[in-house]
């Protein structure tokens, strides 16, 4: 048959094409000769590392393929004109396009259209692929009243495709709710609260992909970053970026942001850790750090030549005043304060009939007297020293904490063993980030031009503080679900949160749509919702997978739990096996003993390795194909409060793609039972 008579091969033309097409691309650049266009080494070497970073972007993955999605325009600038959406830009030799980046404004009907607001566009085609291979395709006529609305079976079909390696970008499977949010504003800060399965973790870093295509240059000058719970979930996340040839954006954890100043080598028992993370504390440094200016009590006199002058008492402290009412950080204004005082000297010089510059004012705020009077009256501050005298000091504690923290929660900070130094301290995380607020009161974090920070719920309102120092010319992307927060301090409310991140005027989204996890495993997991978060809206799943969730009580558990991992493993895709922190251990050696090899959270899972073996407390934003679930009650038993285990067992129990093995030997929590 003619390719030109079978659509699919032609499809194919067209990919096979646009491969070429990619490639030529790619080889224009890497035959770019730079060594007489740069001024110098630095220029090349600059240039030479812009060239490496569009060859990367210009990769062709073999497995990942080039456009997912097709739209023919009814009316646009040539009548019947077609695009091809995909990951990326690809044009022919003539400039022609070949493939739409998804980010162009001409790609976001294929994501919003609907037939109630076609948006122009005649035929909506999706493709589906086997590998790198385009095995398919689904069209809808948006325009065509007689064709009946159905679920796209190939959408149905990415959505559910076994989970092996790191997260995988939605890019062909966005939905409008979440395409609205990937496309908002850079001027903006958005607050998703998104359920189980609701796709918030890939709508916050879909909408960076974004962000770094509608406004490149801005971005390349001030930084993104995103922020993760923790490395394993950051390694689960790192692809999808540069997936979608995006390769720029740093990921940190919140500890990693924080630990410049300090080795973090200690813990905090849970009701320390609340009161540090309170945001009492930002106010409490906040006098410590201004506890350390003094009024002058002597005038000051400067020598030049064979001249005095002579600044009163008085107008040194009418200077030290001012600076303190301007509120300004201290390390800014013991800068500014050398130089106000010889501006008061070159008044009096002026009346005396001299005409001083610039120069003289310099030399003057250098001189010996005056840098005196500065380490007098504005001595320096050193961040982790003074967080280290706070917890260590009881009556300089005290002193500046009263009105602020009662007696009993002044003993929670206090070290029960004070260290000698910074470089002894046994600091714990809730430690260094009172550290980096200190250095904020003294010279200025710098500021990004957007941040993430994805399961935000778990946030204390200092660190929250710590993020927003990160963002404060910036916005930023807050992912997170109230039911999920796990931490002592777990944030109670997003308007709470967003006034602690210092934008309250934020946009707050919620996700209600559920496309991960099937609706027998979020409804039974929605059992605990009433118990935990009471008055949040349970997530509605769109998939249909009967026989998806099975709950066994056992008398053997260890061997039951190997069983059904072994039955997980007959299916395709990941398999996640979580348990309570404690019980890791003895489910580890169960696992050898079988001949079961497994990896550890953040190891990339393979074909050949596909058993992870999952502390609880750090499956937050992972998933699997199929999940065993190992004693809940013991999950809820490793927390230090009944309402944060059950946040964790409901954390467990909506990791799951496709199917949820429950096994447990002691009795469900009773939140579980049926309602």
Avoid at 530 to 544: I, Q
Avoid at 573 to 602: F, K, T, V
Wanted: charged share 25%; aromatic share 4%.
């Amino acid at each position: 048959m003619p390719v030109s008579d079978d659509p699919l091969a032609r499809e194919r033309a067209h990919l096979t094409s646009s491969r070429a097409a990619l490639r030529a691309m790619r080889e224009d650049v890497e035959a770019l000769d730079i060594k007489d266009v740069t001024a110098n080494w630095v220029n090349s070497l600059v240039l030479g590392r812009q060239i490496e970073d569009r060859i990367k972007a210009l990769a062709d993955l073999s497995h990942t393929p080039l456009f997912f999605g097709r739209l023919d325009y009814l009316h646009t600038t040539q009548e019947g004109q077609r695009f091809y959406i995909g990951r990326r830009h690809v044009h022919d030799a003539d400039g022609d396009p070949m493939v739409i980046d998804w980010r162009a404004p001409v790609s976001q009907p294929y994501y919003q259209a609907s037939r109630k607001d076609p948006q122009d566009v005649g035929l909506r085609r999706r493709f589906g692929y086997t590998g790198g291979e385009l095995t398919a395709y689904e069209d809808e006529h948006l325009s065509d009243p007689e064709e009946l609305e159905r679920t796209s079976r190939l959408l149905q079909a990415e959505i559910e495709r076994p989970r092996v390696g790191p997260m995988r970008d939605i890019v062909a499977t966005i939905q409008p709710e979440q395409d609205g949010i990937v496309r908002s504003d850079l001027s903006g800060t958005v607050c998703v609260q998104g359920g189980p399965g609701t796709g918030k973790t890939a709508v916050g870093l879909h909408r960076v992909a974004y962000l770094l295509y509608a406004h490149r240059e801005r971005l390349a000058r001030t930084g993104t970053l995103v922020i993760g719970p923790n490395r394993s979930f950051l390694h689960y996340i790192e692809q999808v970026l540069p997936a979608l040839g995006e390769l720029e954006v740093s990921q940190a954890t919140v500890d990693d942001l924080v630990g410049g100043l300090v080795e973090v080598r200690g813990t905090d028992e849970a009701a320390t850790a609340v009161v540090k993370g309170d945001a009492r504390m930002a106010e409490l440094l906040r006098r410590a750090v201004r506890a350390h200016v003094a009024l002058p009590k002597e005038s000051l006199m400067v020598v030049r030549g064979s001249r005095r002058w002579r600044v009163p008492a008085h107008e040194l402290e009418e200077i030290v005043r001012e600076l303190l009412e301007r509120d300004i950080r201290y390390g800014a204004a013991r800068e500014a304060l050398p130089q106000r005082i010889a501006h008061a000297v070159l008044v009096r010089m002026e009346e005396a009939g001299e005409a001083p510059d610039d120069r003289v004012q310099n030399a003057v705020a250098r001189n010996t007297a005056v840098k005196a009077v500065v380490k007098e009256c504005w001595p320096q501050v050193e961040p982790a020293k003074l967080v280290l005298r706070l917890l260590g000091d009881p009556e300089f504690l005290a002193e500046h904490a009263e009105g602020l923290f009662s007696d009993d929660e002044q003993k929670l900070l206090l070290w029960a063993k004070p260290a000698r130094s910074v470089r002894t301290a046994k600091w714990s995380a809730a430690d260094a980030v009172l550290v980096d607020e200190a250095r904020d009161l003294v010279e200025r974090t710098h500021s990004l031009g957007h941040v993430v920070v994805d399961e935000a719920q778990d946030l204390s309102p200092m660190q929250y503080r710590a993020v927003g120092r990160r963002c404060t010319t910036g916005s930023a992307t807050v992912l997170g679900d109230l039911a999920q927060g796990t931490t002592p301090w777990a944030t109670a409310s997003w308007a709470e949160a967003l006034r602690h991140l210092g934008k309250p005027d934020a946009v707050v989204e919620e996700l209600t749509a559920g496309f991960r996890v099937p609706r027998e495993v979020i409804a039974y997991a929605s059992r605990l919702l009433p118990h935990m978060s009471p008055g949040l809206a349970a997530v509605e799943s769109v998939r249909e997978n009967p026989g998806s969730l099975e709950v066994r009580r056992t008398d053997a558990l260890d061997e039951d739990v190997v069983a059904a991992c072994v039955e997980a493993l007959a299916h395709e895709g990941s398999i996640g096996l979580i348990a309570a922190d404690a019980r890791i251990a003895p489910l580890a050696e169960a696992l050898a003993a079988a001949g079961l090899p497994h990896l550890s959270p953040g190891e990339e899972t393979t074909a050949e390795s596909r058993l992870t073996l999952v502390p609880a407390s750090l499956a937050k934003g992972l998933e699997y194909d199929y999940v065993v679930l190992d004693e809940p009650a013991a999950v809820v038993d490793g927390e230090p409060d009944e309402r944060t285990g059950l946040r964790r067992v409901y954390v467990a129990l909506t990791r799951a793609v496709s199917g949820l093995t429950v096994l447990h030997a002691a009795p469900l929590p009773h939140q579980l039972e049926q309602l």
